[in-house]
């Protein structure tokens, strides 16, 4: 871990980088209000654990804006063991509540002298937009507030001077996903988790007896999550507040479900959302959209309504970071905050943490509602955001065939192939890129068994009713190979080079370089089928291959052909949920042994992003990666942290180690040295979770990631093939060999040559990597000392194109 000192961190010397955000002295409130929502409960643990690391005192608030009216035992100060195993509960511990009596200012009143008694004055509040309005206006009105009181006898001039002004922070907690500013709100990912465990059920009857779904989500005022449950299953049909169907929907809808009968489609799904209208803003029921279809085709129609099972249960990965994440800022943001300092709200923009105007936020969040109400539909739509309105554009492509008569003909041909390990998600972006493909005029090839199948001619035509139902099936449905070695042995019958082939250099990556007789081969198939660009949908295998002095470019040169090739890394998020899911419950199988420490392995090669993100998501004390280099005195810290962590009530420990972090110390190595040095005190157990991780069935996250990404990539290769045509044959270029992925807050597609210098080809790994910025969260959360690295943080961005900007979007 890299810890030399593991003593409690929420005194004595502080982290050199932190000293000009010491808490002493000050003292923070916490609350949750409104609907509750999946991962609130990591956010106060955050806030909690972050607040007592910089020496402030830190409260909570039972019950909402009514515990702080009505005082007494409902404001209680926090120590670091409350918060001791709620990572994984749904919910919030400390309640939440409608309080009509904080709407008055005589209960406003009543909250701020129970406030300025405690010296309570940076308030933390984990609620949606009506939530954080109630805070501001709080704030706004303080000082007035504290005059008063003054003048009633209810507090000292001294108390009113110490506690002059009030600073607030929110954090967004909805499942809706429907605040402007953030891409996801607290709660959302899980509740899409819920929503999808549901339809996957549902498919598998509906298809038994050939029936037609109708499932109701939440969203009374936002689709987000029908949305993107509906990207996630490619549903059929999808209602929503923020943009109607168009007049005489009823008749196209019984269109499209007659027509899926008629080619032999087992099930229909429709999603709508609970707040679902018409373009004269009338509601559309589940109820209506049922006796429309019993009526009109006499189709076997059933309803479900999913209700509160969306908030509940345990929240996902996802939400827990992102909670940790934001918890974390918002402590940042309160002891940076001036008299001066605007109320903001902490929001997430691809992957970074950043800081917005709260009431800009706020009033955004409302215009979309205002806009729906006058009927401005697409205004609505593009006042969600690019994120939202991105994905409502891709589901209508892919949702949508249009009639062959319509599609305007490229005469292009594009192979899709998987390589490298199976990845949740692939098949999702397969059925993705065909769809999108077909739309632009493109003929699309599935090639099977990656790069062995292309050599073997394993290529047929894919088309639009063939991927139906791919995104919610894990594994890679055209098949892949990870390594290429064995080719290597079986082409090697005399073939000629090309002019200019290089055989790669001798290495400890030379198996998995892509042989020259093996590229002939592939090249001839490209030849016959006259493949114009290539998708590869996989992770390290394609890149590494590409740039072992350039192939590729030798491939086109085969080919004669013009050839754009778009790589896609294969997604991660299902394995992070995996692990922390095992966590959980190993966890919780030790809850009645007392003293335990477990030895988790995770898989990832040499990159420790697994055990990070899973160590974070499940609470855990350390996680040793190969990126971080630790020694056998780190290990000896670590010992003794959970030595000392034995002795409170906290009595279970939980240690993860990425598969290839050390050559000596292995994950046997450690579950000796731990189990020998804790003799007497705690006792261990060890547990390799193996491609566990990989099974399954693909998250929301991946699913839509998957989606969208390889929608994106069709896009650029189409752009691709249309700025090449007319110009006659050529060969390719740098810049049409790229690889799609994410950096910071966007998509970028980089070329494969420029990648050279920013990846180390001998641990398969980046060379920088963006995750690292969270190690000294997960280390300061389970009370190491550790210095916060605020380089990306600190400051109040301007809201204007921030809202929903961040293309990846957790969905």
């Keep these: 871990m890299g810890e030399k000192d593991s003593s409690n961190s929420s005194g004595g010397s502080f982290p050199k980088y932190l000293e000009h955000l010491s808490g002493d002295g000050k003292a923070i409130g916490v609350l949750t209000s409104g609907g509750d929502a999946q991962g609130m409960n990591a956010a106060v643990r955050a806030v909690v654990r972050m607040g007592i690391y910089t020496g402030a005192k830190v409260y909570f608030i039972y019950e909402g804006y009514q515990g702080m009216v009505d005082g007494g035992s409902n404001i209680v100060e926090a120590k670091w063991d409350c918060v001791s195993s709620i990572l994984q509960m749904g919910g919030t511990i400390i309640g939440s509540a409608r309080c009509k009596a904080f709407r008055t200012r005589e209960g406003r009143l009543k909250a701020a002298c129970n406030l300025a008694r405690l010296g309570i004055t940076n308030l933390c509040v984990i609620g949606g937009d009506g939530s954080l309005t109630g805070a501001n206006l709080f704030r706004k009105e303080w000082n007035g507030l504290l005059e008063e009181l003054v003048q009633n006898g ?363 007789k093996h590229l002939e081969k592939i090249a001839k198939q490209m030849h016959s089928h006259s493949i114009n660009a290539l998708l590869i949908i996989g992770g390290f295998e394609w890149s590494l291959n590409t740039i072992t002095d350039n192939p590729v470019t030798t491939l086109s040169g085969w080919t004669r052909l013009h050839t754009v090739i778009c790589s896609l890394e294969g997604a991660c998020a299902d394995a992070s949920h995996g692990v922390f899911t095992t966590c959980d419950r190993i966890k919780q199988s030790a809850s009645g042994t007392k003293r335990r420490v477990f030895i988790i392995e995770t898989m990832g090669g040499y990159c420790g992003y697994l055990a990070n993100m899973g160590g974070l998501a499940a609470g855990a004390d350390a996680a040793y990666i190969f990126e971080e280099p630790f020694d056998i005195r780190d290990l000896q810290s670590n010992v003794v942290h959970l030595t000392e962590k034995m002795k409170s009530s906290i009595q279970r420990g939980l240690v993860l180690r990425n598969e290839n972090c050390s050559v000596n110390y292995t994950t046997d190595f450690i579950y000796q040295l731990y189990s020998e040095e804790g003799k007497g005190v705690f006792d261990c157990r060890k547990n390799v979770l193996g491609h566990m991780q990989q099974g399954g069935a693909p998250s929301p996250f991946d699913r839509n990631f998957g989606t969208k990404i390889s929608a994106r990539a069709m896009d650029w290769i189409t752009a691709k093939l249309k700025g090449s045509q007319g110009t006659g044959k050529k060969f390719v270029s740098d810049d049409s060999i790229c690889v799609l992925g994410i950096c910071k807050r966007d998509f970028l597609f980089q070329p494969v040559a420029e990648l050279k210098k920013e990846t180390d080809f001998e641990h398969r790994i980046p060379k920088k990597q963006w995750w690292l910025k969270l190690r000294p969260i997960m280390k300061i959360l389970a009370k190491y000392k550790a210095s916060y690295d605020m380089s990306d943080a600190g400051k109040l961005e301007p809201l204007h194109h921030h809202h929903h900007l961040g293309e990846l979007s957790a969905i």
């Design 154 to 516: 209810d507090i000292d001039e001294d108390t009113m001077q110490n506690h002059s002004y009030l600073n607030v922070v929110g954090m967004v907690g909805s499942i809706d996903n429907d605040f402007c500013g953030t891409d996801m709100t607290i709660g959302t990912d899980s509740a899409l988790h819920r929503i999808i465990e549901v339809i996957d059920a549902i498919m598998t009857t509906a298809q038994s007896h050939q029936r037609t779904f109708v499932l109701e989500v939440m969203g009374r005022h936002c689709g987000y999550l029908a949305l993107v449950s509906s990207l996630a299953c490619g549903a059929d049909w999808v209602f929503l507040p923020e943009s109607p169907p168009e007049e005489g929907w009823e008749e196209d809808i019984c269109l499209k479900l007659s027509e899926n009968r008629a080619r032999k489609k087992r099930l229909n799904i429709i999603i709508v959302s609970e707040g679902a209208i018409d373009t004269q803003n009338k509601p559309i029921t589940s109820e209506k959209i049922k006796e429309l279809l019993v009526k009109n085709l006499g189709f076997d129609t059933r309803v479900t309504i999913l209700g509160h099972v969306q908030r509940g249960g345990t929240p996902s990965a996802f939400d827990r970071i992102l909670a940790s994440r934001m918890g974390v800022e918002a402590v940042l943001a309160l002891l940076e905050a001036t008299p001066e300092t605007p109320a903001c709200v902490v929001s997430l923009r691809g992957n970074q943490a950043v800081r917005l105007p709260l009431m800009e936020c706020v009033q955004m969040t409302q215009d979309v509602q205002k806009a729906m109400d006058e009927k401005r539909f697409s205004e609505a739509v593009k006042l969600r955001g690019r994120s939202f309105e991105g994905n409502l554009n891709t589901y209508k492509r892919l949702a949508i065939k249009l009639p062959d008569e319509k599609i305007i003909k490229s005469n292009c041909n594009i192979a899709i192939i998987n390589v490298g390990a199976p990845a949740a998600g692939m098949n999702a972006a397969v059925r993705s890129a065909v769809r999108v493909g077909i739309a632009d005029g493109h003929k699309m090839f599935a090639v099977y068994d990656g790069f062995d199948g292309f050599a073997k001619g394993q290529i047929q035509e894919i088309g639009w009713a063939d991927v139906g139902g791919w995104t919610g099936q894990g594994g890679s449905i055209l098949g892949t190979k990870r390594s290429l070695d064995h080719l290597e042995l079986e082409l090697r019958d005399g073939c000629e080079l090309p002019r200019g082939f290089r055989e790669p250099k001798p290495g400890p990556l030379q198996e998995h370089t892509l042989p020259g």
